[in-house]
């Protein structure tokens, strides 16, 4: 998980391998449920969304079949996370009730931060953006406090997103939650996340018309992408990177 934060993907898969290969060796419920949450982990982040499915599935239904519940909380938090990026937010506040559920019940405490702001995105794709924004905001609040760093970074990027997606009303805030996003992914040398945020960024700078600075951070999120082997996000920027330029 750490090296797939980083953008370090062929680390990443090596040690998904390893992992994979081990709980099959031991035939133990929890590694095959830690083996299959940290390979889901890895795709979503790459944009590979039906292999992440199959390897959450798998994970939350061995989970659920074994008992293993201390990574229940996390894997419904990916399968949320997955369920939003598919458009299907309804089916995302569903899970992610249940992932906080669960997280309370086991008093997870990083699984109980985390799922505000997912569940905050979710909230806002269902149309209710202040309470999803509210909910995000209490997740970077709780992040900054307990020093959970990643999740603070991520939930900045959540807030960003959202405002973004409200339009002109709330660009200024939309502009300045990404800069912090940027800020905090540059510091941990989160290579995918800082990509995805200047991707971002760059279209709410376009959408201001403020084009040289966007092609500016659509440049830099296209090279990141492109390090990390992301070719999903890659080939997305760059398409968009040939209306302005024709590269």
């Known amino acids: 998980l750490i090296t797939s934060w980083l953008g370090e993907f062929d680390n990443a898969d090596f040690a998904c391998q390893q992992m994979s290969r081990l709980a099959q060796a031991n035939d133990r419920p929890y590694d095959t449920v830690a ?10 982040l790459r944009g590979h969304l039906d292999e992440a499915e199959a390897a959450f599935d798998h994970a939350h239904r061995v989970a659920q079949e074994s008992e293993v519940r201390l990574f229940l909380p996390l894997i419904m938090c990916g399968l949320g996370n997955l369920y939003t990026q598919r458009g299907e937010a309804a089916r995302a506040r569903d899970i992610l009730l249940a ?14 931060v985390v ?12 149309g209710e953006v202040q309470h999803g924004l509210s909910l995000v905001r209490t997740c970077l609040a709780g992040a900054r406090q307990q020093g959970y760093a990643g999740i603070e970074m991520l939930a900045a990027f959540y807030e960003a997103s959202i405002l973004a997606a409200e339009g002109s009303s709330t660009r200024g805030e939309a502009i300045d939650a990404f800069k912090r996003t940027i800020d905090i992914a540059e510091r941990l040398e989160s290579g995918p996340i800082l990509a995805a945020a200047r991707d971002a960024f760059g279209h709410l700078l376009a959408d201001a018309g403020r084009t040289a600075e966007a092609q ?4 830099q ?16 920027v760059r398409a968009t990177l040939s209306k302005f330029s024709g590269v």
Do not use: C, N, P, W
Request: glycine share 8%; aromatic share 8%; no cysteine.
């Open 35 to 44: 083996s299959e949450y940290g390979r889901g982990s890895v795709e979503i």
């Open 216 to 219: 500016d951070e659509l440049a």
């Open 221 to 236: 999120a296209l090279a990141l992408f492109d390090r990390s082997k992301m070719t999903v996000q890659r080939e997305r």
């Open 99 to 112: 992932a906080k559920r669960e997280a309370d019940a086991l008093e997870h405490a990083t699984s109980i």
């Open 115 to 126: 799922v505000s702001a997912y569940l905050g995105v979710a909230y806002a794709g269902l």
